[in-house]
């Protein structure tokens, strides 16, 4: 699979107006502003391909990206106290539909910001995985942010703070420098 010759195929903004599952699908999920846009223009070698931007909450579709015979999914991002209330159930509404008709999932890349602590969103949604079944990966975003000291101890200290920790793969990723990209390539690709 040559990931550089990513395109962006479709946004949507209801569960209700998915297509059907007809490729196997590689998901990405996290909270809003752990950086899935960075991740996938990293994966796919393009500066924005995946928008990205500073404020909180700007994915509000389920995005698909098409490389060869696999979709990319980019899905919205939860937890960010700064929208209403109506858009909060939208986006729930979305992830769930998302997840819950049928579609071809072969891996879910599960985002949380290495700086921080799981949220109480991030581990919900671990834990959905597991019990829906989903292969799924936790990669650690925006690594680059911290220094060595702080690499060390987030690194150590994720497998205390993700509950049965030691039955998940976890991949340190920056967005900036690169580390972590070849990982998570080979991991999709296994999945597929």
């Not at 000291?149 to 039955?167: G, L, M, V």
């Amino acid at each position: 699979m040559n990931l550089n010759k990513a395109e962006f195929e479709a946004a949507f903004g209801t569960s209700s107006q998915l297509p059907m599952s007809d490729l196997p699908e590689i998901a990405f999920a996290g909270r809003s502003n752990v950086g899935k846009s960075s991740l996938l223009n990293r994966l796919f070698n393009r500066k924005s391909l995946a928008r990205v931007s500073s404020v909180p909450g700007k994915t509000a579709t389920i995005n698909f990206y098409k490389v060869d015979d696999v979709r990319f999914v980019d899905l919205p991002g939860y937890g960010y106290a700064k929208v209403s209330k109506s858009e909060k159930i939208r986006w729930a509404e979305m992830l769930e539909g998302y997840f819950k008709t049928g579609r071809n999932i072969k891996l879910v890349v599960q985002l949380v910001d290495m700086r921080h602590k799981p949220s109480a969103d991030d581990l919900m949604m671990i834990d959905f995985l597991r019990s829906t079944g989903y292969p799924f990966v936790i990669v650690m975003t925006k690594s680059d942010k911290l220094n060595k000291t702080q690499f060390a101890e987030r690194s150590a200290a994720i497998y205390d703070e993700i509950p049965d920790s030691e039955n998940v793969t976890i991949i340190p990723f920056s967005a900036t420098d690169g580390l972590g990209r070849e990982e998570i390539t080979e991991y999709i690709n296994n999945a597929l």
